[in-house]
């Protein structure tokens, strides 16, 4: 019988879990549930869904962690630090397709400063909005091992936001759908 009970919880938990799906809803990663509300990008008409439990990246993690000049202008990151997501805004007015020719020349200049990255699942389609947007993954390194990244390309009213998302390759299955829903959702507000 004991293990019938614990069938029973586990066919409950997956039934309680097929009602949290959206952003709207929020989303189970892992045993927690994960909510969601909507932020306008500082200084923009940008608004963005963003997990309830990150936080703005603190300024000596983001020093030692994004050492770079050219990081992210807004940095969510999770209570862990090992799930990221990052906005760039680049003043730009692209033509439609534009997206694409950006993408792949991110990608050109990711593979020549590191000829070891290796591109994956470029991607091109549209924001619930309609804002086009371009996307692809790499695997890199970090501070922390291995990390999965995916960047954005959506093409605004008068600029152009740049997504960067980084979570260690481990969690990539937990956040991958989620941040697929977060960049669509993105909205510019006219």
């Known amino acids: 019988m004991e293990g019938y009970d614990e069938q029973i919880l586990e066919a409950q938990r997956e039934m309680e879990r097929r009602n949290y799906t959206t952003l709207e809803t929020g989303i ?31 300024e000596r993690v983001r020093a030692v962690k994004y050492p770079y000049r050219d990081s992210p202008d807004y940095i969510y990151t999770s209570l862990s630090g090992t799930v990221n997501l990052g906005f760039n805004l680049l003043p730009e007015v692209l033509k439609e397709g534009d ?25 091109n389609g549209e924001t619930r909005q309609g804002n086009e947007m371009s996307w692809f993954e790499f695997k890199g390194n970090s501070l922390d091992g291995q990390s999965f990244n995916r960047m954005y390309f959506i093409r605004m009213h008068k ?24 960049f669509d959702a993105v909205e510019e507000e006219l």
């Open 99 to 123: 997206t694409q020719v950006m993408s792949s020349q991110s990608q050109r200049g990711l593979t020549n400063l590191n000829p070891g990255i290796k591109i994956r699942n470029p991607g």
């Open 28 to 58: 189970y990663v892992d045993d927690s549930l994960e909510t969601f509300s909507m932020h306008t990008l500082p200084d923009t008409r940008i608004h963005v869904y963003l997990p309830d439990s990150f936080v703005i990246l603190p």
């Open 159 to 182: 600029i152009v936001l740049h997504g960067v998302f980084t979570c260690m390759a481990r969690e990539k299955d937990k956040w991958d759908r989620i941040v697929a829903q977060i």
